[in-house]
């Protein structure tokens, strides 16, 4: 069935990178869009940015330019976001979402502590 | 940026009743490139409606939305257990992509 299966959670302290998968399946990955979209505890949803089907491309809201990449992987059907300088209040649970307007199929979350 | 306001924050209502919940947004959104998700705790947003008022697949038809320009409503027609959750709406008419802050639809 078509899934987005996300990496484990991860613990990081301040001024560190993490970078976060979504592995795709049962849909023909390099078709579509991939989004990312963040969420910090007992916060609403805030979208990071979007990368096209062939890695080519991104955009970034501007609140992460800068700070964050995303990249994916043709080859084992994975996207990847990568966001450095890690503060307190990048804690959250991030999701990788597919579409390219709206957001149809998406993961399950990765949560990301920051923590000294 | 376009900013979306979502009212009201919290909704008390009780199974069987119906719901209306607004989304206003600070500029025109564009082509009508509006989507609403639920999100239950613990769990990943789902969608609901995209394109202003058409059902994802699988949305049973007690949800419908509507709405152009700057004002867009979700409506359940009559409220299942199931259905008392977080609402988000989201734009996708003009980047960067923004999401509404939420409304709880709680059991009275």
């Known amino acids: 069935q078509v899934q987005l299966v996300q990496s484990g959670a991860e613990v990081k302290k301040p001024g560190a990178s993490v970078k976060v998968s979504c592995k795709a399946s049962?849909?023909?990955?390099?078709?579509?869009?991939m989004h990312w979209v963040r969420q910090a505890p007992g916060q609403g949803l805030e979208w990071i940015g979007i990368?096209?089907?062939?890695?080519?491309?991104?955009g970034y809201a501007q609140n992460f330019q800068g700070r964050v990449t995303m990249t994916r992987d043709r080859s084992t059907s994975t996207a990847y976001m990568e966001l450095s300088s890690l503060r307190s209040d990048d804690t959250a649970v991030y999701y990788c979402a597919r579409g390219f307007y709206y957001m149809d199929v998406w993961g399950k979350g990765t949560t990301v502590i920051v923590s000294s | 940026e376009i900013v979306l306001t979502q009212s009201p924050g919290t909704l008390s209502l009780s199974p069987g009743e119906r719901a209306t919940l607004s989304c206003r947004a600070s500029?025109?959104?564009?082509?009508?490139?509006l989507a609403w998700y639920q999100q239950t705790p613990g769990q990943a947003p789902r969608l609901l409606i995209y394109?202003?008022?058409n059902r994802a697949t699988g949305i049973p038809d007690r949800f419908s939305g509507s709405g152009s320009g700057t004002d867009f409503t979700l409506t359940i027609s009559r409220l299942e257990p199931e259905d008392f959750a977080v609402y988000y709406c989201h734009q996708y008419g003009s980047s960067p992509r923004t999401f509404g802050q939420g409304t709880k639809l709680e059991i009275k």
């Open positions: 990368v096209n089907p062939s890695g080519s491309s991104t």
């Open positions: 394109g202003a008022s």
């Open positions: 500029q025109r959104v564009s082509s009508g490139y």
């Open positions: 049962g849909f023909p990955f390099s078709e579509y869009y």
